[in-house]
């Protein structure tokens, strides 16, 4: 395999966004591809039985099973550092095994982690129910507060782990603010930013230390694969996210891989087009339902947060309207968007959170993460804003909005 100048840092780290999301972590075979190979394989074989041996002591570069290695995935690993402006990334089966890897492998019984409230539904059963299980203590507070991050610390806090914008609720949380109350205290900063993705955030140049994502959503952004990585410090991901990972085995498949790293070429194009959308829609929207929210509108009670960590209000809508029926009868009156739970795809889709995505989330929970009967998420796509805008209003009318 031959390193293409996508593999040199002191060149890539010179590129824009869009540049090293087409170019960047490019490895080539002396065929010369110029679309980047599939490398299904699980294992390697070794030209004899020392070079083996030299492997398994990890003298020699190359690589020994695809749990650990694979050139695939060392691909679109590199280029989602790029992305991320960090030094090292592994990916993942899915955006939950990212999250619940990148947890568990900082953790131990007797620790304590603080989370903002507003998480995504498998996030929030993960701080709730499935760490604490393993004897690991956790604290919810509102994200958007800072004193409560503050006022939650513990001598045995070792994380903080928060999602911003958040899913469904579009709450924003400050992560230079609290990244620095998390330091303060000796703890991990990570940060969920499927949202945004990093096109629109960088949560690491706010002082975060591991950003995670669900691939799935925008980065794919053509509703395929599932997938997820983890980022961060070239020290952490060694020492303790792999020293857990090569053991459970969360790694991603190399043909999801390949489809991420191939999605990741129209990433600038396509998060640029959907917000510009979202921003279309959100505005022409404004005033005719009885709540919405978007981060980039003037009513969001955060826009300038948002406009000071993101580089625009994002690709997501809360639309809030009087209750289930009300929210369900919207939903079967749409023609082009379609009902579908995914999110940061090419099409538009809307879910309604209380019976779909947060339905195992206590009712409580719910209530207390701004998740109400009548709150519909709407993943703004790819079409024609105008011609999502005409069939938001074609609904709306159907249900006497
Ligand atoms: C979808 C999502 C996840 C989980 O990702 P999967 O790929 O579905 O496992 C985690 N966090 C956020 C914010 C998400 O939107």
Redesign the pocket.
Known sequence: MKRTTGYDRAVTSTWHPATQAVRGGTLRSDFGETSEAIFLTSGYAYDNAEEAAARFRGEHPGMTYSRLQNPTNMMLEERLCLLEGAEACRVTA????A?STALMSHLSAGDHLVAGRAL?G??RILVDTILPRFGIHTTVVDGRDTDAWAKARRPNTKAFFL?TPS?PGLDVVDIAAVADIGHDAGALVVV?N??ASPILQQPMTFGADVVAY????TMDGQGRV???AVLGSEKWITDTYMAMARHTGPVLSPFAAWVIHKSLETLDLRVRRMDANAAAVAAALDGRLPRLLYPGLASHPQRDLTMRQMSGGGTIIALFVEDRRQAHGLLDALQLIDISNN?GDSRSLMTHPASTTHASVPVAVREEMGITEGMLRLSVGLEDSRDIIADLDRALVAVGL
């Open positions: 899915t955006g939950m095994a999250m995504f498998s996030c999602e899913n969920d499927a949202f669900s691939a799935t959503k599932l997938a997820g999110l």
